[in-house]
């Protein structure tokens, strides 16, 4: 009976997340196309370094270490989920132990142990965001469902280990009396010691139910995470990897050319222009999500709202109203509306091509009379000093720099707006080369 | 550089003045510093003079490409014509632009920036440091993020203070961690935006807990941004901001090199 339960939730289970998860894939596939050149085996260093090694988690050390913690335990886990989901459709109890021998005492202690170290971590990061309220974990873009989000995800770790010391800790027990149907595993550090202390005087059936409970209670809470995930900043357990990956490996100065313009500004100059395809570009820049490439999208999904970025950004640091995390939360924020507006096949989302009724919502037609700009203001993208502090900072590669630079293309090129201080600057370059109305001549130093 | 190429010369390096180099008071002593080092160490180079323009960096950075590529185009022309191979410059956004935004426009030239190209000098000889300018002096250093984060480049910066014979301490935020001085991405050419202070204020207090008596810097809105910051804190008396390339002229051994 509760092998077919444990099967209809676990294929639900599936159903469902097959579906969330595509949800987000066509919410990053609302971006451009992404022209960077990433070579495989640069890729996969980064993949093996900074993702899989947290390299970059380093520059921070407590954090990094409790870190650490956490998602060891995480991957080693798996092993144990994996015979979960054996035990759980053929109804075995602990099959693994079978195959492996003396290898799973090795595992299932280490599991233990990498377990309660987890579980400090978990209090130490709880303490941190709620009690101690570490600077980048307390400002204001936090407000509301991201901290409710991020304490959430801790108290559902909490409740992850709570399972496998119940299920380990009768377990223990059980093993003293009734060894014929659970078999003696040589090293449980934790529960050799917690088991007897919490389970030891109780009864056969009571430990039976105690080792069920803690077992089904693992389970689900993995099940819902799977399910929570698409919908939590915490997704970057699975994107962390692919973000890192198709991170652009060209120089960090570099801002991506603009073919466009250079083949305009050339004719203008009178030069050759290579091949002209005339392609007609109405915006410049990028005003809403879909102006900017799947990778910045990506960028989005993959941010744990650590706030590295911010924590160094110097205009955040000085009060500005600038914060990178904010811009990467907001470019989310407004990829979900616009894919979930989509999605409704709502027609009053659908714009008419001068003047004509329109029958099917596409992306190309979609309108809702929003903008990034909605999310993110001018004063925040003026506030930018380019420094790329929060490139340095992110431990997942995520670039806060390109969104806001394409924000400012826009405000510049398409809207011909911008602060007003830039104006006699762009007219003193444009009339005079340099970037002070200055009448000496440019070689006036060497006369000193 | 029109002269030298009429007469029929050749350079060894293009001296990119930039211009802050050209027209910022400040900044003009350094390029005359740089200037004077050159001829020291037996350099053959030339400037662009009037044909030289704004690189397009801070044009690029608010957004405007159409005014980043006009300049950048007309100075690639310019390079190319006059088959420019080496630039040095003493600006790290010039630097920047010259050596990571120009090859996508047809402008591909080894550049290096002035601590880089000093520091080679020094290595091979042809500079020699001397005298006890900095005697007894503490020295620190900020890293500008053109040329320390954005472009890796923390050492040669470090190596030349380090050849002086002061003490080279750190800034609490430093290399990687850097604390930008508040003039990139055209900052330096608008007011700031609202908040509880400026950031070259912010820079200065690091400056001023390290104890200092002169901070090295290598670009020249660093330069400007950490005087006004210093003064801001009325301490302009008690620290000084020196391009690396000072320092090294107030060192090293006046006799011109063959």
Redesign the interface.
Known sequence: MSQIIFLLITIGVAFLALKQYRRVLSNIRLGKKYEAKIEPSVGWKNVFLIAFGQKKMF?RWIPAVLHLGIYTAFLLTQIELIEILIDGIFGTHRAMHHVLGGMYSGIIGTIEFLSLFALVATIAFLVRRNIIKVDRLAKPELNGWPKLDANLILLGEMLLVTGIFMMNGADRVLQNIDPEHFAKITSMPISSWFGPMMFGDMGHDALVSIERFGWWLHVLVVYAFILYLPYSKHLHIFFAFPNVYFHDPS?????E??PE??N???S??G?EVAVSENTEIAD??AKDITDLTWKNILDSYTCTECGRCTA?C??N??????SPRKVMMSIRDRAEEIGTNLRSNDIKFAQGQNGEETTALTIDNYSDGKSLFDYISK?EI????????CV?ACPVMINPLEPI?QL??????SESA??P??VP??TS??NS????Q?P???????H? | MAEVSANGGKIEVLFW?G?A???DARA?KV??AM?KLLDIAGISYA?L??E???T?D??????????F???A??NI?TLNQYEIKTIVTACPHCF??L???YP??GGSYHVMHHTQYLNELLSSGKLKIEGGAFKGKKLTYHDS??LG???GEYQAPRDLIEALDGDLVELKRSK??G??C??????????????????N??RAEDILESQAHIVGANCPFCITMLTDGLQAKGSQDEVMVLDISEMILQSVNHKVHG
């Open positions: 520059k120089p960090r100065g570099k801002i050319n603009m313009i250079m305009e500004v050339k203008m100059l030069m410049f820049g160094v110097p205009a640091i000085t009060g500005k109203k600038l004063e003026h506030a930018c000093t380019t420094c790329n502090a340095e630079l400012r293309r826009y405000e510049i090129l911008g602060p201080d830039w600057m762009f370059l444009e080369g340099c970037v002070w200055i000496e001549e440019r070689t006036a130093w060497t000193q | 003045v211009c180099g050209s027209f003009q390029s005359a200037a400037i003079g009037n030289e323009m704004c397009g801070p044009a690029r950075r608010a957004g405007n490409e159409f005014v590529q006009m300049l185009l007309q022309n920047n632009t050596k990571n935004e996508d426009l993020c053109y984060r954005i472009n990687s961690n604390l930008c508040g003039a990139g991405g055209a900052q330096m050419f608008k007011e700031d935006e609202p908040g509880k202070k400026r950031i204020t912010e």
